[in-house]
């Protein structure tokens, strides 16, 4: 079973900031990683899809990059409608995992 | 426009039994697989089940082997996850969404269904 730890557990910035979130899976993924987004009462929303790539309509501020064990997700400058909890998945293998969260609050 | 409604969420009590359902609109949903992923109150994601588009291939979290069952019926347009000997930490609410293991952004999920197993 693979286990994703994601870092920091909180993230407290101000709008305008840069947040870099942190995803390392206990064994390689290669580049099958996502990145969500989820706000109070929601369901979750797709942001970054292969490691890296956007999904549609997502922000150009957002982006993703790694592969392997290692994994980030960046807002470039946040925006007030950003401060969420963010979550990364693994799909490549079974059983399917995700990250235990990271919450971005404002500061 | 996409929807995925589930519904049959509600209280149960422990070792009980229950059936969500989850039609499917808007989209070939005979084609996608589709999973079921569940949030408990005040806690992260947790995958749960996912079905292959033709429903022969089923796959399991440990915490709910043998326990639950997902299945399909690609003539309804409809997920279903069988729930049975449920648990007070199976409180949660009970998301489906289409599963696409990689090159897609599509991304479809339900509104979620809340099932609560307490006596």
């Known amino acids: 079973e693979i286990v994703l730890t994601q870092s920091p557990a909180t993230l407290s910035l101000s709008p305008g900031e840069r947040a870099t979130l942190s995803c390392r899976a206990s064994?390689?993924?290669?580049?099958?990683l996502a990145w969500y987004q989820q706000k109070p009462g929601q369901a979750p929303r797709l942001l970054i899809y292969?490691?890296?790539s956007r999904a549609t309509g997502i922000p150009a501020r957002f982006s993703g990059s790694g592969s392997g064990t290692d994994f980030t997700l960046t807002i470039s400058s946040l925006e007030p409608e950003d401060f969420a909890v963010y979550y990364c998945?693994?799909?490549?293998?079974?059983?399917?995992?995700f990250g235990g969260g990271t919450n971005v609050e404002i500061k | 426009e996409v929807q995925l409604v589930e519904s049959g969420g509600g209280l149960v009590q422990p070792g009980g039994s229950l059936r969500l359902s989850c039609p499917a609109s808007?989209?070939?949903?005979?084609?996608?697989?589709m999973s079921w992923v569940r949030q408990g109150p005040g806690r992260g994601l947790e995958w749960v089940s996912t079905?292959?588009?033709?429903?022969?291939?089923?796959y399991y979290a440990d915490s709910v082997k043998g326990r639950f069952t997902i299945s399909r019926d690609n003539s309804k347009n409809t997920l279903y996850l069988q729930m049975n000997s449920l648990r007070a930490e199976d409180t949660a609410v009970y998301y489906c969404?289409?599963?696409?293991?990689?090159?897609?952004?599509?991304?479809?999920w339900g509104q979620g269904t809340l099932v609560t197993v307490s006596s």
């Open positions: 808007g989209f070939t949903f005979s084609s996608y697989a």
């Open positions: 998945q693994q799909r490549s293998d079974w059983p399917l995992s």
């Open positions: 079905i292959s588009s033709s429903g022969v291939g089923t």
């Open positions: 292969d490691a890296s």
């Open positions: 064994q390689s993924v290669r580049s099958y």
């Open positions: 969404a289409i599963y696409i293991q990689t090159g897609s952004n599509e991304d479809y």
